[in-house]
Nanobody, 124 residues
Framework: QVQLVESGGGLVQAGGSLRLSCAASGRTFSSYTMAWFRQAPGKEREFVAGINRSGDSTYYADSVKGRFTISRDNAKNTLSLQMNSLKPEDTAVYYC?????????????????WGQGTQVTVSS
């Protein structure tokens, strides 16, 4: 089992950057495929980016490809999301999630573990 805690959200102007972090408890972080999801008001939770257990394969939603970078440090039990060139439409609560699948899946319902979320607001 793993517990996840996100941090790093905030208010930023369009074109700016933020770095989100997700701290994982437990000794088995490297056993989990990890992902970032986001949920804007009135919308469904959507896949943003995912990374496999070893960190050598990453996956991105088309809407963030080229702007966001997901990474992990298994020695420090942390997952990160570097967000550049932010747009107002990136405004949402961002969640990290863990799953024992081999590769990240894009459906939120398939993930077993979730953090509490961190708010990202991008002003125009």
């Amino acid at each position: 089992q793993v517990q996840l805690v996100e941090s790093g959200g905030g208010l930023v102007q369009a074109g700016g950057s933020l770095r989100l972090s997700c701290a994982a408890s437990g000794r088995t972080f490297s056993s989990y495929t990890m992902a970032w999801f986001r949920q804007a008001p009135g919308k469904e939770r959507e896949f943003v980016a995912g990374i496999n257990r070893s960190g050598d394969s990453t996956y991105y939603a088309d809407s963030v490809k080229g702007r966001f970078t997901i990474s992990r440090d298994n020695a420090k039990n942390t997952l990160s999301l570097q967000m550049n060139s932010l747009k107002p439409e990136d405004t949402a609560v961002y969640y990290c999630a863990g799953d024992r699948a081999v590769i990240p899946r894009t459906s939120s319902g398939l993930y077993d573990y979730w953090g509490q979320g961190t708010q990202v607001t991008v002003s125009s």
